[in-house]
């Protein structure tokens, strides 16, 4: 069995196609199957993102795979999940968020030091395809002066 300290579950596909304006750390309420899941690492933040519903904020589309010794108990791999921000963090995204062009999309899933399951979540602006490749000469250009100063 794995390790549950070092289990941290990245959204590669976020940076790519956002601007990462801010960023927040908040609680996912999950059942038991779900994080026995999760400590397994059978999990995917691939085209997640977050909405508010009755001024809670919610994420869809995160896949946790079911879970193998999961009997009639079992959980929905792909079910909207409640997040856990306090009330100034929720009513300050929930304003950001309302503004054209910004969105909230999850950036990283991990387990924290007590055990409890935790998301990174972003406020982003979304990237064109010309963006896309600008980003990707820097991050070239970065990789490449770093290769030179070692």
Known sequence: MTDHKNISI?????TF?????????????LTGTEIKSLRLGKASLVDSYCYFSGGELWIRGLNISLYHWGTYNNHQPKRDRKLLLNRKELAKLERASQDVGLTIVALRLFIND?????VVIGLARGRKSYDKREYLKEKDAKREIERIHR
């Open 114 to 118: 007590r055990g409890l399951a935790k």
């Open 10 to 14: 990245k959204n590669k596909r976020a």
């Open 17 to 29: 196609d956002y601007e990462i304006i801010e960023d927040w750390t908040a609680g996912i309420v």
